[in-house]
Each structure stands twice: as C-alpha cells, then as structure tokens.
Nanobody
Framework: QVQLVESGGGLVQAGGSLRLSCAAS????????MVWYRQASGKQRELVAT???????NYADSVKGRFTISRDNAKKILYLQMNSLKTEDTAVYYC?????????WGQGTQVTVSS
C-alpha cells in the first residue's frame, strides 16, 4: 500500500519559490524521522533536509537559508518550502520516513528551475 505521496513540484523560474508536500498514510509518521532527498539527472541522490519527530532540523549546505523543512503531525504531512530557487535545484525530490528498520519512500515529484 502507498505510504508516502509527494506533490507540489513543477516548473519555476530561478529566484522563485515552490512548496513540496509529502502526504503520509503510515501510522508511525508522528515519531518517524522524515527526510527530503533529491536526485538530478545523471547524479547521485542527495540528502536535502531532515526533521526529527521533535522538530529538530538539518540541511544540506547547498540549501541552507533557502529551504525550510517542516511537518504537521496531526495531518501527517511533510513540507519543504523552497525559496530563491536556482537552476541547480532542478531534480526529482523524494520524501522518506524512517523509524528503526522501517523505511518508506514516496514516488518523487519533479522540480525544474529555468534560468
């Protein structure tokens, strides 16, 4: 069964903003560590941001100050607010939820930033 579904991707000009959402159906959402990854064409997957169940966040250096990860445990939704987008942010963005040996992934959403 589907556990994580990303949405909110699209085409945006450089300097613009997008907000990605990741809707979860898994029962462990509120206690899971949630992560946003991205993978650009021809490149390795890159960790973008993480948020713990308690709200502690961590970001890749490449997105610090521009991206904000957040979560709504009541609605079981993970967010990624992306501001001041750059062409190098173009990638498929994935969310992951993990707790111990449990690991869930979404199908990804494409973000394309044009110059």
């Amino acid at each position: 069964q589907v556990q994580l579904v990303e949405s909110g991707g699209g085409l945006v000009q450089a300097g613009g903003s997008l907000r990605l959402s990741c809707a979860a159906s898994m029962s462990i959402f509120s206690i899971a560590v949630m992560v946003w990854y991205r993978q650009a064409s021809g490149k390795q997957r890159e960790l973008v941001a993480t948020i713990t169940s308690g709200g502690r966040t961590n970001y890749a250096d490449s997105v610090k100050g521009r991206f904000t990860i957040s979560r709504d445990n009541a609605k079981k939704i993970l967010y990624l607010q992306m501001n001041s987008l750059k062409t190098e942010d173009t990638a498929v963005y994935y969310c992951e939820g993990t707790l111990g040996s449990l690991d869930y992934w979404g199908q990804g959403t494409q973000v394309t930033v044009s110059s």
